[in-house]
């Protein structure tokens, strides 16, 4: 029998207070009436509902479904979930990884940056709630109750530092989750998302589903971040044959096959010379894969474009 008690802070004050990994284990989760808190939830459950917290710092691993804050103001959170919503809410800070179009609602002076953090459970709890790591829509924020020339939401600093929002937790039993919020080690890769793009040269890298999508995309990443170049988003989506003629375009016919294993992990990098030195770094480091990557400088932008529109349909966006 659940308690719901055990799945619920509410009434809290000056406080930290947790749920280690494995403690929550995919339930439904209530915080509520908190006050200057430092709330952390180390696993994945069904759904999240926040309302009339003030001034808390707030933590949240994987949701299987929705996020909703509601009549909450000036907190800092980390947060990945499938669908995320707020209303009636002033000045949240938000680290974001969501799978579907955020959306807010009668709130004012919110900012979003892309999720950023590590445990080793993690990844594990992402799997289990349903969540892809390459799907974060972070950035591209549907306002309900827009007013005319005024801006509800904007973007965190590119150099923000999640610990400067969200600290480590100071109480000895969270203590045990190994953290790192080193961006370089993320569980989630970070993207530029809806920011001004530096180059106007991108390029487009699709990997196809098999044991290592996964560490190929996070390799090429590396090696293309380690680079300078910028990861603007990252998409995980099943594709038929028909997508594949759509975006792959002469070179369909190669890929269509590898289509049935599974879902394809599409990356775009931007900076001047993306396409040559992905290519390049392709053609060393991932010689016996098959990846799609754009040709040439002129037909990147196309096919970033092709994809990503395929994907946003895909995805009901």
Known sequence: QVDPKDYTFSGLKDETVGRLPGKVAGQQFVIQDCENCNIYIFDYSATITIDDCVNCRIFLGPIKGSVFFRDCKDCKCIVACQQFRTRDCKKL?????CATQPIIESSTG????CFQYYYPELALQFKDAGLSIFNNTWSNIHDFTPVSGENNWGLLPENAVVQDYVPLPSSEELKAVRISTDATRSIIPITRGQRQKSS??????????GDYTTANARKLIDEMTGKGFQLVQTKEVSMKAEDAHRVFQQCASEFI???????VVALEFNGDGAVQECRSTINDVFSGTKVFVSESKASASQDVDNFYNFADMQMGM
């Open 93 to 97: 800070e938000v680290f974001l990884c």
């Open 200 to 209: 106007d040269e991108s390029c487009l890298a699709v990997f196809f589903a």
């Open 110 to 113: 919110m900012k979003f940056g």
């Open 257 to 263: 096959p590898l289509l049935e294993q599974g879902p």
